[in-house]
């Protein structure tokens, strides 16, 4: 096992998508409990600003680096991180992995209608898939006990969260031993992508760490205002801790007597 980076204050475990998917599936074969945290930047500027979403990922068995910004502050700051392994890329690996090795899966999230478009895609993609229930994402939160123990009930084995954060998280946190499922993982707007709502950013967007940008075009009046703060915010994260991290290029000199002198 890697031993983890620490960024901002956060535990990251500095894992390939190769190597997490593998840990993923010795999980279920060995009946293991993985609960998985995405950060990019927007979210580790939340988790400052919110104890319980900090909490909640903190409590995670495997917290990734989802953002390509998150991996390249880590250079800057001397953390190695080894690549961005994005929530939907390992949601879409791990669908694959569950088809190949007849693991049934569960799907909660989205609303009802983005739902059923994506269980049709998924179908069409992975017919082979065990997938043992699903439900949409709107419900209260009394009523997260009776859904832990429905996906339970089920018999599923990898849990996938389409929820926005940090409802899934706190849910991860709260219920994600309870539902029995050997993987949780918050998949956040995968579901939407993969309903064919929204679309994803091409490739070279997403190498240059410009996806949120792409999405900023899709949905400017929703986001626009959120990712310009919060990337500010993480940039200045970033600047202040290469500052603290930085010693002093100035080399001390004392005067004589210092150490005395009164004010």
Excluded at 50 to 63: E, F, H, N, S, Y
Excluded at 198 to 215: D, H, N, S, V
Excluded at 221 to 247: C, D, G, H, Q, S
């Amino acid at each position: 096992m890697k031993h983890r980076q620490s960024l901002f204050g956060v535990a990251l475990d500095p894992l390939t998508m190769d190597e997490t998917v593998r840990r993923c599936l010795d999980a279920v074969q060995r009946g293991e409990q993985i609960e998985i945290g995405m950060v990019n930047a927007a979210k580790l500027v939340n988790m400052r600003r919110d104890p319980r979403l900090a909490a909640a990922v903190a409590g995670c068995d495997l917290v990734l680096a989802d953002g390509q910004a998150v991996v390249w502050a880590g250079r800057v700051l001397g953390v190695r991180l080894p690549e961005r392994v994005a929530g939907i890329d390992l949601f879409m690996r791990l669908l694959a992995a569950a088809e190949t090795a007849e693991v049934p899966v569960y799907l909660l999230g989205a609303r009802q209608d983005v739902l059923d478009l994506m269980l049709g895609r998924i179908a069409e993609r992975f017919p082979a898939l065990r997938v043992a229930g699903s439900r949409n994402g709107y419900f209260e939160d009394s009523e997260q006990g009776g859904i832990a123990d429905a996906v339970g009930a089920s018999g599923a084995r990898m849990l996938f969260l389409g929820m926005t954060s940090p409802k899934k998280e706190i849910f991860t946190a709260g219920y994600g031993k309870r539902t029995g499922a050997h993987v949780v993982h918050g998949v956040g707007g995968s579901f939407d992508i993969l309903a064919g709502i929204t679309k994803r950013a091409p490739l070279i967007w997403q190498r240059m760490g410009l996806e949120w940008f792409y999405r900023t075009l899709q949905e400017p009046r929703r986001l626009a205002k959120r990712y310009l703060t919060t990337n500010a915010a993480f940039l200045l994260m970033t600047v202040r801790e290469l500052i603290r991290r930085t010693p002093s290029a100035l080399p001390s000199t004392p005067s004589s007597g210092s150490a005395n002198r009164s004010h």
